[in-house]
């Protein structure tokens, strides 16, 4: 059946250090990929997503590409914030959604 | 308001007790879920929803009970509820099965 993995955390980076979180999937068909930011205390957000192999999305400085080859997904950003201080989850929508088990990230200054 | 909201915020309730979490949405979204949040466990599927009426188990449906009679409205009820229910739900819904989810703001139950 379809799943996504996660690379576990905690992650723990200094400001304005560079971020990849892998995410990698199983999957019938052509699903749509995303990613999730949940803060504390807070449901999960929409950070990008991408529907077909090779989409890139992108937002807030976040990217992330859709590798069919590599059936992966990872979310990258250059320099991150400390106000990007969140738990991140890479999801899946095929006849359900599948989510992976979350990456929190702590960015100190 | 538009968008999907989760009632109550926080809840707590004694053990053997049937409880009933609510989720609303606005956007007449076909497919609906539950999922609980755990330390550890991400996200779990509980109940989803395809449309009105059609309902089927997730990953952890045990315990559990969900109904859709209108399009806006999930429902989750927890028949009887124990310690082990002690989580965090939250309530999502999608247009279509491949669009992304929007989330609720979550319910935080805590079974004593």
Redesign the interface.
């Known amino acids: 059946g379809d799943s996504v993995t996660q690379m576990e955390g905690p992650v723990t980076l200094s400001e304005e250090a560079f971020l990849t979180i892998n995410c990698t999937y199983t999957a019938t068909g052509y699903p749509s990929l995303f990613w999730y930011v949940q803060y504390p205390g807070e449901g999960l957000q929409l950070l990008l997503k991408a529907t077909k192999a090779d989409d890139k999305g992108s937002n807030k400085g976040f990217e992330a590409t859709y590798r069919k080859e590599t059936t992966s997904f990872h979310l990258e950003k250059g320099s991150v914030q400390v106000s990007d201080s969140a738990v991140y989850f890479c999801a899946l929508a095929g006849n359900q959604f599948y989510f992976g088990t979350g990456t929190s990230l702590t960015v100190i200054p | 308001d538009a968008g999907i909201t989760q009632s109550p915020r926080y809840k707590i309730t004694e053990t053997g007790r049937q409880v009933t979490l609510m989720c609303h949405q606005t956007w007449s979204h076909s497919y609906m879920?539950w999922?609980r949040q755990d330390l550890g466990?991400?996200?779990r599927?509980i109940y989803?929803s395809a449309a009105a009426d059609i309902t089927d188990k997730?990953e952890v449906p045990d315990g559990y009970v969900v109904s859709r009679s209108k399009t806006e409205n999930f429902p989750l009820t927890l028949e009887s509820a124990t310690r082990s229910q002690t989580s965090v739900y939250?309530c999502?819904s999608?247009y279509s099965?491949?669009?992304?989810?929007?989330?609720?703001?979550?319910t935080r139950l805590t079974v004593v």
């Open positions: 879920f999922y466990h991400g996200l599927l989803y997730g939250f999502a999608t099965s491949n669009t992304e989810a929007f989330f609720g703001q979550g």
